[in-house]
Every structure is written in C-alpha cells, then in structure tokens.
C-alpha cells in the first residue's frame, strides 16, 4: 500500500516555472514506477511523464518534452517534476501515481489527490 500527497501547484505565468513534488508513504514505494498525470476541464486524464522503480527509464508525452523533467529520490519517498517553460494549456489538476510503468490510468492503482497548476498568459 502507498499513499501518496503532491505539493506545489500553483498560479504562474507563461513562460515561469513550477516544481511539483510527491511524498510517499510505505515501505515499498522504491519498488513503484512513478508517474505524473494531468488532467484538464472536460478532457481525458493523460500521462505526462513517468519514471521507473530505479529511474533509468523514463517517459515523457511529446507535449511536454524539453520542458519538463521527472526524477525520484528513492531514500526520501518522493517523486518530482520540474515544470520550466510553462504554457497556458499546461493549465490542469497535476496528480502523481504509483504503479507499473505504463502510459495508461489503469496501470498505476495508487493515486495522489491532485494539485492544481494554473498558467496564465
């Protein structure tokens, strides 16, 4: 079991940048993929990066490749993601997950409650 609670959300303005983070409780986080998914009003929850248990595999939507960066610090229980370049349609709930690494909801049955990213243009 793992419980998982983001931080960092905010209000920014286009072109500033946000660093979310995700603290783990549970034993077993170090063997967890990881992954960030957002989802905006009246669309699907999507994956925007994630990253294995030992972080040598990761993932990124093209969306946001270049710009935003996944990491993880197996000895604190926490997860991050640096968000550099922020745009107005980056605007969404940001929540982490634990899971198998896939790029689907599905596979990643332990869920953050969410926190909200606001960019402003």
């Known amino acids: 079991q793992v419980q998982l609670v983001e931080s960092g959300g905010g209000l920014v303005q286009a072109g500033g940048s946000l660093r979310l983070s995700c603290a783990a409780s549970g034993r077993t986080f170090s063997s967890y993929a990881m992954g960030w998914f957002r989802q905006a009003p009246g669309k699907e929850r999507d994956l925007v990066a994630a990253n294995s248990w030992s972080g040598s595999s990761t993932y990124y939507a093209d969306s946001v490749k270049g710009r935003f960066t996944i990491s993880r610090d197996n000895a604190k229980n926490t997860v991050y993601l640096q968000m550099n370049s922020l745009k107005p349609e980056d605007t969404a709930v940001y929540y982490c997950?634990?899971?198998?690494?896939?790029?689907?909801?599905?596979?990643?049955?332990?869920w953050g409650q969410g926190t909200q990213v606001t960019v402003s243009s």
């Open positions: 997950a634990a899971g198998a690494m896939g790029t689907t909801p599905r596979t990643y049955p332990y």
